[in-house]
């Protein structure tokens, strides 16, 4: 049976599939707010919790890709803040 790709979502959604992108993206989106530096394996078993994702089941690579998801998230970020700063700087000048 080949699979839609809505069925491949509702199965990666489900935590079914190994350690994918998602549920990677939405542990590292709640450590993103973590004050700490690094990140404790309580830390993280916590996250995943909250996240709905087992910390049981992220492989060596999966870890490997979190660990770098958070600085990548907090780059992002930092760098839609100094759009905004441009843009209302701009929207100054052309008023």
């Not at 492989?59 to 780059?75: D, F, K, T, V």
Request: hydrophobic share 30%; glycine share 6%.
């Amino acid at each position: 049976m080949a699979y839609q790709p809505w069925h491949l979502g509702a199965i990666e959604e489900a935590g079914y599939m190994d350690t994918n992108t998602s549920l990677i993206d939405r542990v590292a989106n709640y450590l993103a707010d973590s004050p700490n530096d690094t990140i404790e394996t309580e830390e993280f078993r916590e996250a995943c919790i909250a996240c709905g994702v087992d910390p049981d089941s992220f492989s060596q690579s999966g870890l490997a890709r979190l660990q770098r998801r958070p600085e990548q998230i907090a780059e992002s970020v930092q760098g839609s803040h100094e759009e905004s700063a441009i843009e209302k700087n701009e929207r100054k000048h052309s008023i």
